[in-house]
Each structure stands twice: as C-alpha cells, then as structure tokens.
C-alpha cells in the first residue's frame, strides 16, 4: 500500500504504549512499529496488566488505555529514534456518539499526519450497528481522500468480530478509500482483554476467509497467536502480507 517495509515482521503499540523504548525495539529487527491507540484524550488503566504465564497470556483492564493525543503528539515532534515506518491506530473516546466519533477521528488524523507514515482506523464500536458502521467508515474514508499529503488507511478488525459482521463490512468497503485490513490480537473475556496464543485460530480463520473472498484488494496485517516463528510463517501463508508481535516477544522474545 505505497509503504517500502523492509521485513514482514513489526510491533505491537502496546508492548511499549509509552514509547519510551522504540529506540532499543527498533534493533530487534523490525520491519514497522504501530504507535497506539490514540485517543483525543487520555484513557486511563487503573488495574494493572495481569500475566497468566501458564498460558503465556496477558490480560488487559482496558482496551484503549493510552496517553492521549497531545501527549503523544508532543512525544512524536521530538527527534525520532528510529528508522522504521510508524503506523499509528486512531480510536475515538469510549461511549461517544457517531457524530463526536467522527469529529475525534478527524481531529486524529490531522493532528498525527506529520509523524505517520499511515493509519490504522479503529471505528467499529459495538454500541453501534454494522450499517451504522460501513456508513461512518465510508465517510471517513471519503473525507480523508480529499486531505493532502493522504497517507495509507487501513481499517483495524477486532480479532472476534463475527464472521457475518466482516463479509458486510468488507463487501462494502471493497469499493472505498480503504488500502488494507488489520486484524487486532484481543479478545474480549469476563476477565478483561486477553492476548495470548489463543488467538491464532481466530486470525487464521479470518486472513484465510479474506485472502480466499477479496485475493489482492486488500493488504492484510495480523497480530493475534503469534508466538514462535512457525505461528508467523502459518498466517503468512494463509494470506496476511504482514504480521504484529505482542504478547509473542513477552514470553517468547524477539
């Protein structure tokens, strides 16, 4: 989608929501970093994340807990560490309505079109309904096409989104301004937002589904089960063209 990365292989923007360690990340061989969420303002966790070790899980309070978008911004305008093409995953604040989700998303994407080499835009919202949905993300979409210096937009799956839910989302938005698909790595549980191996079927089933319904007309990046260098080789065969390390480089390493 127009970006020159140079291995298959990146990061997660939870594994170092702060970005306090990009510089020493980068070394590890990465192809890209995702900065994010990003959110208009400040989400905060006030549980801490759990390690369940004997399923090399981790389990978060909070979905969307980040910095928020000055703070951020304010970080990015410094000298950048690194090298590598920053992907930045942009959400609008939890309970907002559709009309405030798309001012905050443009809000986003204006403000973080400096120090993005693109965009992952992370709009389904549960709370609304999927033709409310294909409807605000066609806008968007649309809306963003017409920006200057336009970077590349990808539209963020949560990894347990139905299957019925992503033939709609997809069979609409094959004919919009939307470069490629991310495939996110949680799953929502009674105990929080778990990350962990489990989330491999999942993402094979779905990289499996779209390479098999859409071929080329999507690029696809999937994050979820990635634990061993096989995890990563299986759902790049199955069709992602890149796959995200998360909870896989916490248990497993780089």
Same mark, same amino acid.
């Given at each position: 989608y127009g970006l020159k990365i140079k291995y298959p292989v990146g990061l997660s923007g939870r594994v170092d929501p702060h970005g306090v360690a990009q510089k020493a990340i980068a070394q590890f061989g990465f192809g890209f970093i995702e900065i994010g969420p990003v959110t208009a303002e400040s989400v905060g966790n006030e549980a801490s994340v759990e390690r369940d070790v004997v399923n090399e899980t981790l389990v978060y309070p909070q979905q969307w807990g980040n910095d928020g978008l000055k703070t951020i911004v304010a970080r990015l305008r410094g000298k950048r560490d690194h090298s590598l093409p920053q992907l930045l995953r942009i959400r609008h604040m939890p309970s907002c309505t559709l009309e405030k989700a798309m001012k905050e998303q443009q809000l986003l994407l204006n403000k973080l079109s400096p120090y993005a080499d693109g965009f992952y835009l992370d709009s389904i919202d549960d709370r609304w309904s999927i033709e409310e949905t294909i409807a605000f993300i066609q806008k968007i979409s649309r809306w963003y096409e017409g920006i200057p210096h336009r970077k590349s937009l990808l539209l963020y799956i949560p990894l347990d989104l139905p299957m019925d839910q992503l033939w709609l989302l997809l069979d609409y938005l094959q004919f919009e301004n939307i470069d490629g698909v991310v495939i996110g790595e949680m799953i929502t549980t009674d105990r929080g937002y778990l990350v962990g191996p489990s989330g491999k079927a999942?993402?094979?089933?779905?990289?499996? /589904?779209?390479?098999?319904?859409?071929?080329?007309?999507?690029?696809?990046?999937a994050s979820g089960g990635i634990h061993e260098p096989k995890d990563a080789v299986d759902?790049?065969? /199955?069709? /992602?063209?890149?796959?995200?390390?998360?909870?896989?480089?916490?248990?497993s390493g780089p």
């Open positions: 999942s993402t094979l089933e779905k990289v499996k /589904a779209i390479e098999e319904r859409y071929s080329e007309r999507f690029t696809v990046i759902i790049i065969e /199955a069709g /992602a063209d890149l796959v995200q390390l998360h909870s896989g480089l916490v248990y």
